[in-house]
Each structure stands twice: as structure tokens, then as C-alpha cells.
């Protein structure tokens, strides 16, 4: 069965850091993209991160890129956003989600997510 | 980027009935077109991809349809169970991947 656990979410200042991660397990990691998305109070869906099995690809959001960072360890069954500079808008439920095998960006299975709340 | 739009906002269908969400493109995205079903306070499941294709384990009830930039999630005889927010997403031209803004069914 794939598990998707993601951890590391709270409250943090604005300006401050956190980094998220997600243990993998049911599945062969290293041979599956995986994608970091959020989801703000009460709003929809956001792309933030995707990431291919050998790091080789790594993709962000615009709204993101240049403060954040995603990893990924492939012996461990993790993968991991490091956020920086974070501000109020940041302010989310994180998910972390496998990328199919046939499509990186069709997202096949989802964690629980973590809240991340940016606030003074 | 690619913006998707999805209509209506909400929907009101009785159960046993059949319900028909769209979503439309801002340009063509072929079939590279997902839906996605999110329950309050659950993480979004995927069930349909490729515009048609249904995801494991997901009901026959759920079709998807439509290419281009017009694109159909039909769910026949609601059940009790359906009644969520659905989402699609275009994964066509990326980065960014992009989400509709939603559409939430509720009973009726």
C-alpha cells in the first residue's frame, strides 16, 4: 500500500524557515517523480515543487521559486521542501504526492499534508 | 501559463442523479487533463487522467471526457459518498502545473 506521511509543518514568523518532509513507503521511491502542492484556508489547489526520481528535473512554482528548495533522498524514502524566507502567503496545508508513472505531474496518491502558518 | 477554469462553482444534484462538472482550458492542453475528488479535511484523490483514463480503484461511475480545451467529469447515479470539491488540472504545458478553481457538489 503507498503511505505518503508528511511532517515538519507549524508556526513560523514571517522571514523565518521550515523545512517539510515526506516518508515514502509501499513503493519503489527512487523510481517515481514526486510533487510538493498546497492548499491555503478555505482556497484550492496550488502546484508548488516537482521533483524526478534522480533529482535530475526540478521544477517550481513562480510563487516559490528562488525561497524554496526540494530534495530528495532515495535511500531514506524522503523527500523534503526547504522554505525560506516565508511570508503570510505561504500560509498552507502542504502535501506532498507521488507523480504517476506514465506523467510526472499526474499526481496518483497524496499524503495528509501539514500546516504551515506563517504569522507574527 | 495554461489557466484553467472550472464551472459551475457549485452544484446541487439529488443522489441517483447524474452530475456534469466542466472545465475549460485557456489554450489547448490535448488530453492532458486530470480530476481530482477532495472530501473536507482530506487530501485530494485522483480519478480520472489522460481526459478519460480512470485511476485505480475508482468507480465506473465517473467518466471524463472532452480534448483540447473543453473537457467534461460526468458522475452517474450520485452516491452519498461523491458529494465533495472537484478539481481538474492541465499537465500539458508545464511549469507550472495548473488547477482549476474548483467545483463543489452538493446534495440537493
Known amino acids: 500500500e503507498v503511505q505518503l506521511v508528511e511532517s515538519g509543518g507549524g508556526l513560523v514568523k514571517p522571514g523565518g524557515s521550515l523545512r517539510l518532509c515526506c516518508a515514502a513507503s509501499g513503493f519503489t521511491f527512487s523510481t517515481y517523480s514526486m510533487n510538493w502542492g498546497r492548499q491555503a484556508p478555505g482556497k484550492g489547489l496550488e502546484w508548488v515543487s516537482s521533483i524526478s526520481g534522480s533529482s535530475s528535473y526540478i521544477y517550481y512554482a513562480d510563487s516559490v521559486k528562488g525561497r524554496f528548495t526540494v530534495s530528495r533522498d532515495n535511500a531514506k524514502n524522503s523527500l523534503c521542501l526547504q522554505m525560506n524566507s516565508l511570508r503570510a502567503e505561504d500560509t498552507a496545508v502542504y502535501y506532498c504526492?507521488?507523480?504517476?508513472?506514465?506523467?510526472?505531474?499526474?499526481?496518483?496518491?497524496w499524503g495528509q499534508g501539514t500546516l504551515v502558518t506563517v504569522s507574527s | 501559463e495554461i489557466v484553467m477554469t472550472q464551472s459551475p462553482a457549485t452544484l446541487s444534484v439529488s443522489p441517483g442523479e447524474r452530475a456534469t462538472l466542466s472545465c475549460r482550458a485557456s489554450q489547448s492542453v490535448s488530453i492532458n487533463l486530470a480530476w481530482y475528488q477532495q472530501k473536507p479535511g482530506q487530501a485530494p484523490r485522483l480519478l480520472i487522467y489522460g481526459a478519460s483514463t480512470r485511476a485505480t480503484g475508482i468507480p465506473a461511475r465517473f467518466s471524463g471526457s472532452g480534448s483540447g480545451t473543453e473537457f467534461t467529469l460526468t458522475i452517474s447515479g450520485l452516491q452519498s459518498e461523491d458529494f465533495a470539491v472537484y478539481y481538474c488540472?492541465?499537465?500539458?504545458?508545464?511549469?507550472?502545473?495548473?488547477f482549476g478553481q474548483g467545483t463543489r457538489l452538493e446534495i440537493k
Open positions: 488540472q492541465q499537465y500539458h504545458n508545464w511549469p507550472p502545473i495548473t
Open positions: 504526492a507521488r507523480g504517476a508513472a506514465g506523467g510526472m505531474a499526474v499526481h496518483d496518491y
